[in-house]
């Protein structure tokens, strides 16, 4: 049996998951998105945040973090070092895009410079800004915020070198630009989203079924190694290790343990949990879904464990309907936390920003470490158009457990429209059977 589920790693047979695009075509689909971003979003969030000029450089082996949303496809790397200029030239003018760098990114960036010596580069780089002579010169560099502090200390040092001292004066921070280009997600891109959220959750209730598990046998590193092989066949990387753990009778969940479940042989009556997150276009998911092992006998998940998921579900719609614009992550918190508690579920939030990341920029809903505020991230407002991977578990006794508990761990990709939470390819509201 074991030389079967071999087979089955190494050769994926199943085909009931969405299309995918062949490689050409995916940098085609990136493309478009980004020229429309760049073109509608950008302009808006630079007015936004009050910068007429945002500056984005970097090297090769040591890129900025926002850096890889800014370029075209097939562009993998920073080449020697290149940046990018973004200038407001005010109305209907637009934003202008240069590139000061050896390399061209035609059709995206104008060419400032022609290549030649590196001292030569940034002098070019300071003549620009004394052209332009911009009022407010956005840099990437944070002290809270990983995505907004890309800009090293010697590529700082190398433009506050070439910056006249009356523009020195004007460098400011971009990190509340860099988190709002980071977060924002377009019309293109939610049109792609919900097939790429399809293709992880697919791929999921394959891995939670008989054509994977066979109760006695398989492990729960098996299921974790076929979740990710069958990534890998459809050409769709993964972000992190997915993760199998099982719950059963006998093996306590306590209230004040923070996570439950373990690894081991799956077993009849077993409880399964997994983690997992895919990049497609650019745009990551993270799901966690359930599944049950039917006892010898059983037609059904036990009515116990239906009703644990469904407090699932109700800490879901808790959450979500606590979404409001304006309001920060720790706001929204305190709020699902006092609901919760008034309809005794035992709930645990931590849901945080999907987007170019799987831990993406935006505010921070609970940590799991943390349930109370959250400085600086959870500070942050919900803005509309933001996704979100709405995570968390809650804790119920089971009846045919002897009222021990089960932990239900919930994970769903979403979009805030700016009234309302959209699972962008539904939720887990009924278990992944095995039979």
């Known amino acids: 049996m074991r030389y079967v589920l071999v087979l089955l790693l190494a050769f994926p047979l199943f085909a009931d998951v969405p299309a995918i695009l062949p490689e050409r075509s995916r940098a085609d689909a990136v493309n478009r998105m980004l020229k429309d971003r760049l073109e509608n979003l950008l302009p808006a969030l630079m007015r936004e945040n009050g910068i007429d000029m945002w500056i984005v450089a970097n090297r090769e082996y040591a890129e900025d973090p926002v850096y890889l949303t800014l370029v075209p496809e097939p562009v993998f790397a920073a080449r020697r070092t290149t940046i990018l200029v973004f200038f407001d030239r005010g109305g209907e003018k637009g934003i202008e895009r240069l590139t000061v760098s050896r390399y061209p990114l035609r059709g995206y960036y104008d060419a400032a410079w022609e290549g030649g010596e590196i001292d030569e580069q940034w002098k070019r780089l300071g003549a620009i800004l004394r052209e332009r002579n911009p009022k407010k010169i956005g840099i990437n560099v944070s002290r809270h915020w990983a995505f907004a502090d890309g800009l090293t200390h010697g590529l700082h040092e190398r433009l506050m070198e070439v910056l006249d001292p009356a523009l020195r004066q004007r460098v400011v921070s971009a990190e509340n630009l860099v988190v709002r280009w980071m977060e924002t ?42 979740i990710r092989q069958r990534y890998a066949g459809l050409g769709l990387p993964i972000w992190f290790m997915p993760y199998v753990n099982i719950q059963r009778p006998g093996v306590k969940c306590e209230a004040a343990t923070d996570f439950c479940g373990d690894p081991g042989i799956i077993q009849r009556g077993d409880v399964l949990h997994t983690d997992v997150g895919i990049t497609y276009l650019r745009l990551n998911t993270d799901t ?34 606590n979404f409001v614009t304006g309001r920060t992550g720790n706001e929204i918190l305190a709020a699902t936390r006092a609901t919760s508690q008034k309809e005794a579920i035992a709930s645990t939030t931590y849901t945080h920003p999907l987007g170019f990341h799987g831990h993406a920029a935006g505010p921070t809903i609970g940590m799991w470490d943390n349930q109370g505020p959250t400085p600086v991230q959870g500070d942050w407002k919900l803005y509309p158009n933001t996704g979100y991977a709405i995570e968390g578990n809650v804790k119920v006794p089971v009846p ?36």
Do not use: C
Request: a negative charge; hydrophobic letters at 45%.
């Open 185 to 226: 997600r377009t019309a293109l891109e939610l049109e792609a989203y919900p097939q790429i959220v399809a293709l992880a959750r697919g791929v999921l209730a394959e891995a939670f079924s008989s054509k994977v598990i066979t109760p006695g046998v398989t492990t729960t590193d098996d299921v974790a190694w076929f």
């Open 288 to 321: 966690q879904e359930m599944g049950y092992v039917l006892k010898i006998g059983e037609t059904e998940v036990p009515a116990g464990l239906r009703k644990a998921l469904a407090a699932g579900n109700r800490w879901q719609d808790i959450l979500t309907s």
């Open 400 to 435: 045919e457990w002897n009222d021990q508990l089960v932990q239900i761990k919930l994970e769903q990709s979403a979009i805030f429209d700016g009234k309302k939470v959209h699972y962008l390819a539904g939720r887990q509201t009924e278990w992944h059977v095995v039979k």
